[in-house]
């Protein structure tokens, strides 16, 4: 099991890496999506019309450009574990059935083979057009701490999503008044399963493994959009589907462990995926309830037995990436630094623990 720790776009510097190497980390998980406008990002609720804000620049998505970041963390100790998300701009149109979806397609093609070619060997994506939307930003973690809760009466969950956006991020300038209209469940899974139809094989000869995000907020639908990976019995149906080395998830514990009505809990998942060695990194975070309201907390002090998790990836021989997922800010000038070294130094002991058969659990 390794540690890892996740940067945005704009966190990829020599001072970060630095920081991922003093608190323990050996690997990354690098976001190339701009959604942030700091190095010391606060998580948005991305409510406005512009959702999260404007995608499009992909220059740093070049062959190259992979290659030279690869160097750069290898030049600080670090590896590159997987790049998390594609930009909206590459694939507005497979998301929403658009028409230049099989141009697109080909384009995702070339940079999962340039991702390969880097020597990078995951890609994290979350395949949901509404994306990331309704947060509540508050002080819903310990001592008042800044988070991010979902709470569906105090939004209109129906509410459309403005033409010119996919995925909470603006692609393109929007055309009058015009909204995205309805996907159902049905329509959404058949545009997934074609994705990894025409992708996966490219995939799997490149050596990059595709990693799949379950619905993060785990509802039915938002924006009148299906969203199908949820609840967990769909998300073991989608890998169950396709056989192939490069057909992973990205498996975000937080998500699971808000995701109701299941016969299915979150350890039971998890053991599930990693006896099927389907799991390409993993997502640490900790919340309280369940949709359609919860809270994410500090990774000690909510609902999700993180102990018990690290015990299990110990156990089943989980050789792959632990990164916490974002974390609520501490009060002080680098909030999210403070929160990610509180949460990565809870994880690296519970690690070592088990690493030294001294983590007990019943």
């Known amino acids: 099991m390794k540690l890892g720790l996740g940067l945005y776009r704009r966190q990829l510097s020599e001072s970060n890496f630095r920081f991922a190497r ?13 959604y942030f406008s700091d190095e010391d990002p606060r998580i948005s609720a991305g409510g406005t019309d512009e ?17 030279d970041l690869v160097g750069a963390a290898k030049a600080n100790g670090l590896e590159i574990a997987a790049i998390e998300n594609f930009d909206p701009t590459q694939w507005s ?21 340039d991702v390969g070619r880097a020597g990078i060997p995951c890609v994290g994506y979350c395949f949901s057009p509404a994306g990331v939307w309704g947060w509540q ?4 973690a310990r001592g008042g701490a800044i988070s991010v809760g979902f709470d569906i009466d105090k939004i209109d ?3 459309s999503m403005p033409d010119g956006m996919v995925w909470n991020m603006r692609y393109r300038a929007r055309r009058g008044n015009e909204v995205v209209g309805g996907t159902g469940p ?10 990894l ?17 379950p619905e993060d907020p785990p509802v039915a639908s938002l924006r009148g959009i299906a969203r199908v990976l949820n609840p967990p019995e769909n998300l073991l149906r989608l890998m169950e589907g ?8 990205e498996l975000c514990l937080g998500t699971v462990q808000e995701m109701a009505g299941s016969g299915i809990d979150t350890y039971q998942l998890l053991e599930r995926l990693l006896v099927r060695d389907q799991v390409g990194y993993v997502h640490l975070r900790n919340v309280r309830g369940k949709a359609p309201h919860y809270h994410e907390v500090f990774i000690d002090e909510g609902d999700l037995d993180v102990p018990r998790v690290i015990d299990t990836l110990h156990r089943r021989g989980y050789q792959g990436v632990v990164v916490p997922d974002h974390t609520p800010a501490l009060e002080c000038n680098a909030g999210w630094h403070a929160g990610m070294a509180y949460a990565v130094g809870y994880i690296r002991a519970l690690m070592q623990a088990a690493e030294a058969g001294r983590l007990e659990i019943p």
């Open 22 to 34: 003093q608190l323990g980390a050996s690997h990354l998980v690098v976001h190339l999506v701009d």
């Open 51 to 67: 959702g999260w804000g404007r995608a499009g620049d992909t220059t740093i998505w070049s062959r190259g450009a992979l290659q």
């Open 93 to 113: 149109d497979i998301l929403l059935d658009g028409p230049e979806k099989h141009k697109q397609m080909d384009g995702l093609k070339r940079l999962i083979e």
């Open 137 to 140: 930003q508050g002080p819903f």
């Open 157 to 159: 969950p129906n509410e």
């Open 186 to 195: 049905q329509e959404l899974w058949d545009r997934l399963t074609w994705f």
């Open 197 to 213: 139809s025409e992708l996966l094989p490219v995939a799997e000869a490149s050596g990059v493994m595709l990693a799949i995000h």
């Open 242 to 249: 396709f056989q192939s080395p490069a057909h992973k998830v």
